[in-house]
């Protein structure tokens, strides 16, 4: 099953379409075309909203950031004939991002969801502000923006300050293939840069965009890994020849956690044939298998309850001041606040490096030969006198170990370490955007954790079917396409052989969702 989307069909129609997750990872992954809608409501809303701003300036009204100065600052007064600079100014001195630069995916992610927030009409920025920013995203004119340096809240303004510096000609970009000035780019295009209006800076920088798609990207991974993982618990349970009565539905409608019920009934789809056949070598096996639903449950739990958390972020309106495109009242509040996909992102990090444990423990057993019922040391492939001078998987369970260490360390919530910051105005943040980061790189290193299981799975089936103790008709049903994908992209390890072009190619599959992974029941991230 595809990780990006099963549910995208045709293009994404912005002000016309309430933006998911899959919309979000599909335009990500350039699946899925994007355009601005056509329609007059949502486009009215956006005139409005740009109208009241100047409406509000020719009576002298005050508005944060256009009559203002930013932050702090917002008690300086800006003078009338320095309002049309103060946005450009805003891009310029927010030009201070670090670290690597956010990738294509990620930065059509970040589009994608700014885009979303400022077709609700309550930002104040003109039409031809969205129009081009939609057309950035359809063209693929992709703003080069940094990582590194957002406290989220208010908002992202300094990844953002790369978008809206962008639209204004000043920033670098990616486009066709490659780096040049937004300006250029715009030429070759037949675009042209923006002269940004009042407010018009402030609204595309001072949101939550670039958490929130960062989060739908670690959301839809965490998705497939979910499923890979319980695909995976299935195949180490049989390479153990283990016990699938752990698995029974009696058992776990005891205690009837609709994920946790989930995964046992997939692992045991997987395991019928298999638990016809054999009698299992312990009764008890020991808590990575048998506990594995109850770990992986976990997330899939949670996955319906952060959806909702990410969607609604994703479609609100989230910078500051408003503007009410009915009324025209301006209604300076904290809506860049970052608070609840810091928790989504906290909360999914933890839950996914917890499968990395897990996986990492499955990987040990198998590994093993005093845990491993049979099966040769380090899984290695090799018999006879050349068998002393091979040592199969045994470094490929140290690098495992490393990457899980790795990922329980990023688990330390990035929300508790909040810092007051630009003159105790921002003295509540957020870190979404941290806890956002963190969560991809917890589920890059599940990925090669899962890579290296998958090695592992591939190696001790193979074993099992050369010795006789299982047969091919064990892997009926929804796990013989799986095990076939399996054997196709890794070979059966006989002499040592470095694995780590294996090991990248396997990462790459796991990202775009390249295994199948289908059951005959159930969803990911819901119930039976």
């Not at 675009?191 to 949101?207: D, F, H, Q, S, T």
């Not at 298998?289 to 109850?294: E, G, K, M, V």
């Not at 910051?421 to 290193?445: F, P, Y």
Request: proline share 4%; aromatic share 4%.
């Amino acid at each position: 099953m595809d990780a990006v989307a099963d549910d995208i069909s045709g293009e994404v129609v912005f002000g016309e379409t309430r933006l998911t997750i899959e919309h979000v990872r599909a335009i990500a992954a350039g699946i899925a075309p994007s355009r601005l809608g056509a329609g007059a409501g949502f486009r009215e809303a956006v005139a409005r909203s740009a109208a009241h701003v100047d409406e509000t300036l020719r009576r002298d009204g005050m508005i944060y950031g256009v009559t203002t100065g930013y932050g702090d600052s917002c008690t300086t007064p800006v003078s009338d004939e320095l309002i049309a600079e103060l946005p450009l100014h805003l891009t310029r001195f927010h030009g201070v991002g670090t670290g690597r630069i956010l990738s294509e995916a990620e930065t059509r992610a970040v589009m994608a969801v700014r885009l979303a927030s400022l077709v609700h009409g309550w930002s104040g920025v003109s039409l031809g502000l969205v129009e081009l920013l939609a057309e950035m995203l359809k063209q693929n004119i992709l703003p080069m923006i940094p990582a590194e340096g957002s406290v989220g809240a208010s908002g992202d303004l300094t990844p953002l300050s790369y978008v809206a510096g962008a639209l204004a000609g000043e920033r670098m970009v990616r486009f066709n293939g490659r780096e040049m000035m937004s300006a250029d780019a715009f030429r070759e295009a037949g675009l042209a840069p923006i002269a940004l209006r009042p407010k018009e800076a402030l609204a595309v920088m001072n949101g939550t965009a670039v958490m929130s798609g960062l989060g739908a990207i670690a959301f839809s991974k965490a998705i497939h890994l979910a499923a890979l993982s319980t695909r995976l618990t299935s195949l180490v349970c049989m390479g153990l020849m283990g016990n699938p009565a752990h698995f029974d539905e009696r058992l776990h409608s005891a205690k009837p956690h609709p994920g946790q019920m989930l995964v046992a009934a997939r692992i045991r789809a997987d395991l019928a044939a298999f638990a016809r056949r054999h009698e299992p070598s312990r009764l008890q096996d020991r808590y990575s298998i048998r506990c594995a639903p109850h770990v992986i449950g976990v997330l899939e739990d949670m996955l319906p309850s952060f959806r909702t958390i990410l969607e609604t972020e994703i479609n609100s309106a989230n910078d500051n001041p408003l503007i009410d495109p009915a009324s025209g009242d301006i209604l300076h509040g904290g809506h860049f606040y970052g608070g609840h996909v810091a928790f989504t992102m906290d909360s999914l990090k933890n839950l996914v490096a917890n499968i990395a444990d897990l996986m990492d423990r499955q990987m040990t057993l198998l590994v093993d030969t005093r845990f491993n019922n049979g099966l040769p040391a380090n899984l290695s492939g090799v018999e006879g006198p050349r068998a002393a001078i091979n040592h199969g998987l045994k470094a490929l369970q140290i690098a495992t170990s490393a990457w899980t260490a790795e990922a329980l360390k990023l688990t330390m919530p990035a929300s508790v370490f909040s810092r007051s910051t630009e003159c105790h105005n921002q003295d509540k943040v957020s870190m979404g955007t941290i806890a956002a980061r963190d969560a991809l790189r917890v589920l890059e290193l599940t990925e090669q954790v899962a890579a290296a299981l998958a090695i592992a799975c591939r190696q001790a089936i193979r074993l099992r079917l050369r010795s006789g103790e299982i047969a091919a008709s064990d892997l009926e049903g929804p796990l013989t396409a799986f095990v076939e994908e399996l054997e196709a992209a890794i070979p059966f390890i006989e002499e040592d052989r470095p694995l780590d072009r294996l090991l990248g190619d396997l990462c790459a599959g796991i990202d775009r969702g390249a295994w199948t992974l289908d059951w005959p029941f159930g969803r990911a991230g819901g119930s039976l």
